[in-house]
């Protein structure tokens, strides 16, 4: 039996894992080895291992490696420590292979530490572009410290394919968050509203947004300027509720939160801010949301696949492959203002039932683990010159 190590580090990455992880702890073949670090183990940003616990997983190993800080030094010495702990649990565990999910710092200090203990790695959401994080850096170094590649789109396998990678090593398998909302059972409207009132006291009687911004954290856009002109523009729009999940552990994340706060706190009614939904809520509030806007992946990847409008603010996701749904604006009141109305233009909403996603839309996780069965994992790795120099 291969044993599989899954590193998770934060609740959106949780979510997207979730089947996978439910698949491999099922599989005959396969042994679940659940390694559970960063914001996970903050009570700041929800304390999200609890959730884990609750869906029935085993945890293995818990990583502290959060620092209270903000800036990216503290960012860097919460690598140092992650490293530091995550050698320990990979010597105990002793896994087959690890298999990480995107492009976080937290998920940098995995790859780096599976390497240097020659563990093969198995990556997922490799090729992708987000010119405006740091996020764009690492997801390519990981890409470097893998072995195995799981990529959402032909086009991203096709960079994993320039960056070297071995072309019997790279699978297209579509995108998990996409399997996922086919795989979670959605709530309907009334169950929703009264999830929301018993879970988050929460009264949800008006049409709403679904938001998720997160900082910025590469070029010249000021995240806290720029979610406030975000928070500028719903005001123009009062007849309208708000959900507002907390940001991720990013440089620059807590004076997000802090905003949030404090902007709830005002319109407590109007307003719902919460560090973590879960899964199923969090789906089942896109469903039945007006719209999803921020900078969050999920606006792009997921909300096409329920044809589901979505605003993309500013240059965190620029350069990612997006549906015709997805609207793109500047990071100005404005500009979020005007992408707001060209969401409620009539051809927008007769465009809505066209929509194809191109993240896929079934089906990856039993690519996933078919690969990871059959992979030979004692190969040393060897850069793939691209044939032509292209």
């Given at each position: ?10 609740r959106a990455e949780y979510g997207l894992l979730y089947w996978l992880l439910k698949d491999i702890q099922t599989d005959s073949d396969l042994t679940l080895q659940l ?82 203990m020659n563990i093969p790695i198995a990556h997922l959401h490799g090729g992708e572009i987000t010119e405006g994080a740091k996020d764009d850096a690492i997801r390519h ?69 679904l938001v998720t911004y997160h900082a910025v954290t590469l070029g010249d856009e000021d995240p806290e300027l720029s979610f406030t002109a975000l928070l500028s523009a ?157």
């Amino acid at each position: 039996m291969r044993k599989i190590a899954v590193f998770t580090g934060t609740r959106a990455e949780y979510g997207l894992l979730y089947w996978l992880l439910k698949d491999i702890q099922t599989d005959s073949d396969l042994t679940l080895q659940l390694i559970v670090s960063a914001m996970h183990l903050s009570p700041e940003f929800g304390y999200s291992k609890s959730l884990i616990e609750q869906d029935g997983f085993e945890i293995d190993e818990q990583v502290e490696m959060l620092l209270s800080s903000d800036t990216s030094v503290g960012s860097v010495k919460s690598m140092g420590l992650a490293m530091i702990g995550l050698a320990d649990s990979l010597q105990r565990l002793k896994p087959d292979v690890v298999v990480i999910l995107g492009d976080r710092f937290e998920a940098l200090a995995m790859a780096q530490t599976a390497m240097m203990m020659n563990i093969p790695i198995a990556h997922l959401h490799g090729g992708e572009i987000t010119e405006g994080a740091k996020d764009d850096a690492i997801r390519h170094a990981i890409t470097k410290l893998s072995n195995l590649h799981f990529t959402a789109n032909e086009s991203y396998a096709q960079r994993v394919r320039q960056l070297g990678e071995s072309p019997k090593n790279i699978f297209n398998v579509g995108a998990l968050g996409v399997e996922a909302l086919h795989r979670t059972t959605i709530l309907s409207q009334e169950q929703l509203t009264q999830v929301l009132h018993d879970k988050f006291n929460f009264t949800l009687s008006q049409p709403y947004f679904l938001v998720t911004y997160h900082a910025v954290t590469l070029g010249d856009e000021d995240p806290e300027l720029s979610f406030t002109a975000l928070l500028s523009a719903l005001e123009q729009i009062p007849e309208h509720q708000i959900i507002i999940t907390y940001p991720n552990a990013d440089d620059g994340g807590r004076k997000l939160i802090n905003l949030i706060d404090n902007y709830a706190s005002k319109h407590n009614e109007r307003i719902l801010a919460v560090k973590s939904l879960g899964q199923q809520i969090y789906n089942s509030a896109m469903k039945h949301c007006i719209a999803v806007i921020g900078n969050s992946s999920s606006g792009i990847i997921e909300a096409p696949s329920l044809q589901i409008p979505s605003i993309d603010i500013g240059i965190r996701q620029k350069g990612r492959l997006s549906a015709h749904s997805v609207v793109h604006c500047a990071a100005d009141t404005q500009a979020i203002a005007q992408a707001i109305l060209a969401i409620s233009h009539t051809d927008y909403i007769n465009a809505l039932p066209t929509t194809v996603n191109p993240y896929g839309n079934s089906h990856t996780c039993e690519k996933i683990i078919s690969s990871l069965k059959a992979a030979s994992l004692d190969e040393n790795k060897v850069f793939q010159d691209l044939k032509g120099g292209n």
